[in-house]
């Protein structure tokens, strides 16, 4: 429920152009859904995970130590969003030094130095591309979701029908306009 909440928070920020808070928001949008999918092969952590501010160490051996091979382990089926979760980090999406660095400009003329800090993407292309990656992320995430609760979910074979064409879309768009951008090499698995 958090990831898709956090998912939710990342779509309206990136849709507002705001990138820096939009990434922050799906970074963690990957983070929680990588948690789940850890219980979900290792259910013995459930009790792990809703222990964790009474046993931190507990939580941080299984959820944060190691965290490449804990949490993005490579029969996972996870590698892409580890690479797209380590491009969120990288792009400066925490609240920090490098987040006020990537979003700041300098111009300096003979007489001044202009510095400022920019709040929204105005560039179309880099906006497309910060919406095609969100919903390559939500893809990915709700396929494997429905996936481990596909016994569940079968009851509603239109949300089946729906994620397809989603996803065929995506596929189509993402060949259309950004064959060569890294951001979007990552593969929908």
Request: contains cysteine.
């Amino acid at each position: 429920i958090f990831c898709f909440r956090e998912l939710r928070l990342a779509a309206e920020l990136l849709f507002s152009c705001c990138t820096t808070p939009g990434y922050s928001h799906l970074r963690t949008s990957i983070e929680s859904f990588i948690q789940a999918q850890k219980i979900l092969r290792e259910p013995e952590l459930g009790m792990v995970w809703l222990s964790r501010d009474q046993d931190r160490p507990e939580y941080d051996k299984h959820f944060k130590a190691k965290f490449r091979a804990n949490m993005f382990p490579e029969h996972s089926g996870f590698e892409h969003l580890h690479k797209i979760w380590e491009m969120l980090c990288d792009a400066g999406p925490h609240p920090n030094v490098t987040s006020i660095g990537i979003s700041s400009s300098m111009t300096t003329l003979d007489t001044d130095v202009t510095w400022r800090l920019e709040s929204f993407e105005v560039n179309q292309s880099e906006i497309a591309k910060n919406i095609l990656l969100m919903v390559q992320c939500a893809l990915d995430m709700f396929k494997s979701t429905y996936s481990s609760f596909h016994e569940r979910l079968a009851h509603q074979p239109e949300m089946l029908k729906t994620l397809t064409a989603h996803l065929a879309e995506f596929s189509r768009l993402k060949a259309k306009y950004f064959k060569n951008d890294p951001r979007m090499n990552a593969q929908i698995s």
